[in-house]
Nanobody, 127 residues
Framework: QVQLVESGGGLVQAGGSLRLSCAAS????????MGWFRQAPGKEREFVAA????????YYRDSVKGRFTISRDNAKNTVYLQMNSLQPEDTATYYC????????????????????WGQGTQVTVSS
């Protein structure tokens, strides 16, 4: 059984930074791509970023490009999301998820491509 536990959320002013972490259980973490999604109240869950199993390939939604960075440490079974220049529209619950495959593809932006999810961590950006 795979468990994902997010941490690092909080309240920050616009322009500030946060670093989210997602710790994964299980010995197969390093063979799967990982993703970050977010969900604001009343909205659907949306893709934020994904990283391949090696960490060499990454993909971002347009609105976070240049501000967010996804990375992973396979030795620590952890994936990170560094978020800079945060804006009020980034306010949401952020979820990490394990992909069904190790590589990234066009389907990496879809929740259907992920089979394990964390419980989420709240990020609130004040204006």
């Amino acid at each position: 059984q795979v468990q994902l536990v997010e941490s690092g959320g909080g309240l920050v002013q616009a322009g500030g930074s946060l670093r989210l972490s997602c710790a994964a259980s299980g010995r197969t973490f390093s063979t799967y791509a990982m993703g970050w999604f977010r969900q604001a109240p009343g909205k659907e869950r949306e893709f934020v970023a994904a990283i391949s199993w090696t960490g060499r390939s990454t993909y971002y939604r347009d609105s976070v490009k240049g501000r967010f960075t996804i990375s992973r440490d396979n030795a620590k079974n952890t994936v990170y999301l560094q978020m800079n220049s945060l804006q009020p529209e980034d306010t949401a619950t952020y979820y990490c998820a394990r992909a069904k495959l190790g590589i990234l593809s066009i389907t990496s932006t879809s929740t259907e491509n992920y089979d394990y999810w964390g419980q989420g961590t709240q990020v609130t950006v004040s204006s």
